[in-house]
């Protein structure tokens, strides 16, 4: 089988061919640091995670390229009324994105550039666009022709009737209706200065306008030409579309083959999660509420499709978790074996065909533009299926070896079932051991002095047959 991708440029799922056999260049948009990142950002970051892996998974090497926007309107603006440098201003933020992002497993890229230092290049970029007619200076600003740009809107498929020659727009908030000459370079501004936000350029001292970012680092990272390029859907239009019309007017190439755009994240109520907007949940958020971020790692990658609306909720949430939970303690289950079994018992070769199907089901989701919630679905069938063999004692060790194999490619993708977050577990099996030696010593209120210590802190103790498990609830 092979990889299909699902491409906003064509509308159609193609199979992923690099330009380099064996080898990947992506470029995927990433925060601008002027508040922590919502839940509905790290869908996003999500997406292009579990892209990723399946490149990974599908032998690929990759270099993968998520730039940091840390100068746009509002940083500037947030910083000024901070007192401060834009770049003192975004440390904290450009930080809790890492936090964030480690949270949730996300395996790093191989570069994380920022705009503030890419100046020159965007520099150099904005020169050969007005040495080529692409560009103009208006009111000391310059500007991105779009009219010089006859392809302009091939992306998303845009009716250009609409397209009214020559209006500008200097701002980096964007009206998604209207087609406009946009920014390259804005002149510095009396306050810009003191903010560490103006740069020396033959066209005036100034800053770059928030398009340009992405075509200059693309560019320096991964040449005029690279496999993928992606984003959120707001992104498409304009931010992609400026994109694709400033790096191929200046380069005269095709700047990506693939656009893969990942959808909203939704309110509860429906509403598109947004920043500007004042209603927005971050990571911490969650956190606080006593959820794993591992659980929303899961809601926001098997859950539902890239390419549908989700929204978030507690209850999804819930459910997520719980998922994440039937999972670990299969996992557990399948790598404990009970000691009264034989080695090899008479249904393993039935369960080792079993496997082997339930792989090829998933890997094929997988490869079918990264059905991941379809896939996963599979191997919940095969959950149920292996846990009523587990239960008959059916299931002998190469049962196990090949639920463990599968089991360990699943969390090639999810990675939820290796361990909680380190030191985590320790402590509380630390804890958990203690207040066992409490209760054998008749010492119970110690013994409950420590389950309810550990409730606090989100950890719920549960007594069963197999001895003491702990899970994460709201703390109380
Ligand atoms: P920003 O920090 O605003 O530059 O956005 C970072 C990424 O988050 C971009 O890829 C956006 O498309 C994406 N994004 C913003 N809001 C949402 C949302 N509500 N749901 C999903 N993705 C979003
Ligand atoms: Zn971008």
Same mark, same amino acid.
């Given at each position: 089988?092979?990889?299909?991708?699902?491409?906003?440029?064509?509308?159609?799922?193609?199979?992923?061919?690099?330009?380099?056999?064996?080898?990947?260049g992506?470029?995927?948009?990433?925060?601008?640091?002027?508040?922590?990142?919502?839940?509905?950002?790290?869908?996003?970051?999500?997406?292009?995670?579990?892209?990723?892996?399946?490149?990974?998974?599908?032998?690929?090497?990759?270099?993968?390229?998520?730039?940091?926007?840390?100068?746009?309107?509002?940083?500037?603006?947030?910083?000024?009324?901070?007192?401060?440098?834009?770049?003192e201003?975004?440390k904290?933020f450009?930080?809790?994105?890492?936090?964030?992002?480690?949270?949730?497993?996300?395996?790093?890229?191989?570069?994380?550039?920022?705009?503030?230092?890419?100046?020159?290049?965007?520099?150099?970029?904005?020169?050969?666009?007005?040495?080529?007619?692409?560009?103009?200076?208006?009111?000391g600003?310059?500007?991105?022709?779009?009219?010089?740009?006859p392809?302009?809107?091939?992306?998303?498929?845009?009716?250009?009737?609409?397209?009214?020659?020559?209006?500008?727009?200097?701002?980096?908030?964007?009206?998604?209706?209207?087609?406009?000459?946009?920014?390259?370079?804005?002149?510095?501004?009396?306050g810009?200065?003191?903010?560490?936000?103006?740069?020396?350029?033959?066209?005036?001292?100034?800053?770059?306008?928030?398009?340009?970012?992405?075509?200059?680092?693309?560019?320096?990272?991964?040449?005029?030409?690279?496999?993928?390029?992606?984003?959120?859907?707001?992104?498409?239009?304009?931010?992609?579309?400026?994109?694709?019309?400033?790096?191929?007017?200046?380069?005269?190439?095709?700047?990506?083959?693939a656009?893969l755009?990942?959808?909203?994240?939704?309110?509860?109520?429906?509403?598109?999660?947004?920043?500007?907007?004042?209603a927005?949940?971050?990571?911490?958020?969650?956190?606080?509420?006593?959820?794993?971020?591992?659980a929303?790692?899961?809601?926001?990658?098997?859950?539902?499709?890239?390419?549908?609306?989700? /929204?978030?909720? $507690?209850? +999804?949430?819930?459910?997520? !978790?719980?998922?994440? #939970?039937?999972?670990? *303690?299969?996992? =557990? %289950?399948?790598?404990?074996?009970?000691?009264?079994?034989?080695?090899?018992?008479?249904?393993?070769?039935?369960?080792?065909?079993r496997?082997?199907?339930?792989?090829?089901?998933?890997?094929?989701?997988?490869?079918?533009?990264?059905n991941?919630?379809?896939?996963?679905?599979?191997?919940?069938?095969?959950?149920?299926?292996?846990?009523?063999?587990?239960?008959?004692?059916?299931?002998?060790?190469?049962?196990?070896?090949?639920?463990?194999?599968?089991?360990?490619?699943?969390?090639?993708?999810?990675?939820?079932?290796?361990?909680e977050?380190?030191?985590?577990?320790?402590?509380v099996?630390?804890?958990?051991?203690? /207040?066992?030696? $409490?209760? +054998?010593?008749?010492?119970? !209120?110690?013994?409950? #002095?420590?389950?309810? *210590?550990?409730? =606090? %802190?989100?950890?719920?103790?549960e007594?069963?047959?197999?001895?003491v498990?702990?899970?994460?609830?709201?703390?109380?």
């Amino acid at each position: 089988m092979t990889l299909k991708l699902h491409n906003t440029l064509t509308g159609t799922k193609e199979a992923f061919e690099p330009i380099e056999p064996g080898q990947v260049g992506m470029y995927t948009c990433g925060p601008t640091v002027w508040n922590f990142a919502h839940i509905g950002n790290l869908r996003a970051f999500m997406f292009y995670d579990l892209l990723r892996r399946q490149l990974q998974a599908s032998g690929y090497r990759i270099t993968h390229v998520m730039n940091l926007t840390d100068i746009d309107d509002r940083i500037l603006d947030q910083a000024m009324h901070a007192g401060t440098t834009i770049a003192e201003y975004v440390k904290p933020f450009v930080a809790a994105f890492f936090e964030d992002m480690s949270a949730m497993r996300a395996q790093p890229a191989e570069f994380y550039p920022r705009a503030t230092d890419h100046i020159p290049e965007m520099v150099a970029m904005i020169s050969t666009l007005l040495e080529r007619g692409f560009a103009y200076v208006a009111d000391g600003d310059v500007y991105f022709r779009i009219e010089s740009f006859p392809r302009y809107g091939a992306l998303s498929h845009l009716d250009r009737s609409g397209l009214r020659a020559g209006q500008r727009v200097a701002t980096d908030k964007y009206d998604k209706e209207s087609v406009s000459d946009f920014a390259l370079w804005k002149n510095a501004q009396p306050g810009d200065e003191k903010l560490g936000a103006a740069w020396d350029a033959p066209f005036g001292r100034g800053r770059p306008g928030w398009h340009i970012e992405c075509s200059a680092m693309s560019k320096r990272y991964l040449g005029d030409t690279f496999d993928i390029h992606c984003g959120g859907i707001d992104l498409m239009f304009p931010h992609h579309e400026n994109e694709i019309a400033q790096s191929e007017a200046a380069n005269g190439k095709p700047l990506a083959r693939a656009w893969l755009h990942s959808e909203h994240l939704a309110e509860a109520t429906g509403e598109k999660m947004s920043k500007s907007a004042g209603a927005f949940t971050t990571l911490r958020d969650l956190m606080a509420a006593g959820h794993d971020p591992l659980a929303v790692r899961f809601f926001l990658i098997a859950n539902a499709h890239y390419r549908q609306r989700i /929204r978030l909720s $507690a209850e +999804a949430l819930h459910a997520s !978790a719980e998922q994440v #939970r039937r999972l670990r *303690d299969f996992a =557990e %289950r399948v790598r404990t074996p009970s000691r009264d079994l034989a080695a090899v018992m008479p249904d393993d070769d039935a369960l080792i065909g079993r496997v082997r199907q339930v792989r090829a089901a998933y890997r094929a989701a997988l490869d079918d533009d990264l059905n991941l919630p379809q896939a996963v679905g599979v191997v919940f069938e095969l959950i149920r299926e292996a846990n009523a063999a587990l239960d008959e004692m059916k299931v002998g060790a190469p049962g196990r070896a090949a639920l463990l194999g599968l089991l360990e490619e699943v969390d090639g993708h999810l990675d939820v079932m290796g361990g909680e977050e380190p030191g985590l577990a320790d402590e509380v099996e630390r804890l958990i051991a203690e /207040r066992e030696a $409490a209760r +054998a010593a008749k010492d119970f !209120a110690r013994a409950d #002095r420590i389950r309810e *210590d550990l409730r =606090e %802190r989100g950890i719920a103790l549960e007594d069963s047959r197999d001895g003491v498990r702990w899970r994460r609830v709201p703390p109380a």
